[in-house]
């Protein structure tokens, strides 16, 4: 069973940066599709960004500028650079990596968040 663990959350001032990490127990970051997403108090789950197996980035209208999107496939290892912190970037963050298997069955895993708190 892959698992995935997100790291690098924190209390963070407006303004400042964080990298997360989303480490994965097996080697599912190649060739597949990873994101990340958020969730604040009171509100929905949302994208924040994801990464093609190809290498095609996509990023909420929200975060685009101030985040990138990345992986290492050798580190089994997904990352979220956020930069220029906003207050409204307060959430647990969620790393999600979807594998479609040689069958066509597609397996979505999930870690289990890491909280970003920005203080205004």
């Known amino acids: 069973q892959v698992q995935l663990v997100e790291s690098g959350g924190g209390l963070v001032q407006a303004g400042g940066s964080l990298r997360l990490s989303c480490a994965a127990s097996g080697s599912i970051f190649s060739g597949n599709a990873m994101g990340w997403y958020r969730q604040a108090p009171g509100k929905q789950r949302e994208l924040v960004a994801t990464?093609?197996?190809?290498?095609?980035?996509n990023y909420a209208d929200s975060v685009k500028g101030r985040a990138t999107i990345s992986r290492n496939n050798g580190k089994n290892t997904g990352y979220l650079q956020m930069n220029a912190l906003k207050p409204e970037d307060t959430a647990v963050y969620y790393c999600?990596?979807?594998?479609?298997?040689?069958?066509?069955?597609?397996?979505?895993?999930w870690g289990q968040g890491t909280q970003v708190t920005v203080s205004s």
């Open positions: 999600n990596v979807v594998v479609i298997s040689t069958t066509g069955v597609m397996r979505s895993y």
């Open positions: 990464l093609t197996s190809s290498g095609s980035t």
